[in-house]
């Protein structure tokens, strides 16, 4: 390019060389992210295709599908965990609830946070989110 001194042209081809191994990582990131993703899919998919009856792997499925954002699919998953039984319903009615809110229900997310302080009143997670609620009577 006319005009530019080498000194500012070495300075330019540093800042795209940094720039492209930036958008390299970044794309790597995500790859390596995806992957994990559907490997985790995979490893419980497999789980509750062996352990068929068992609430809790459909529990945790749910629980995951969640932190992906797919609250349809988790809530779902643990309807179906409380339906078979599980040892520790209050983390599935504290899941359920965090699925609820994630698709805007938000009366549906109170009553559960409250059942699972009703099963488990010392846990303050769930006693936590109950703050955030203004409850009124019509």
């Known amino acids: 390019i006319d ?6 042209s070495q300075l330019l081809a ?25 490997e985790a899919e995979v490893d419980l998919n ?3 295709d062996l352990q068929d009856d068992i609430g809790e792997a459909y529990v945790n499925r749910g629980a995951i599908l969640i932190a992906l954002r797919r609250y349809r699919e988790g809530l779902e998953q643990i309807n179906r965990g409380l339906e078979l039984g599980i040892e520790e319903p209050a983390k ?24 699972a302080v009703t099963l488990e009143p010392d846990w303050a997670l769930p006693q936590q989110q109950l703050l955030r609620f203004t409850v009124t009577r019509r």
């Open 3 to 8: 005009g530019i001194s080498m000194h500012d």
């Open 92 to 115: 599935a009615y504290y899941n359920r609830a965090l699925a609820y809110e994630g698709l805007e229900d938000a009366r549906a997310a109170y009553l559960d946070y409250q059942q």
């Open 14 to 38: 540093r800042a795209f060389t940094t720039y492209f191994h930036l958008a390299n990582l970044c794309e790597e990131n995500y790859r390596v992210a995806a992957l994990h993703k559907r």
């Open 46 to 48: 497999a789980a509750t």
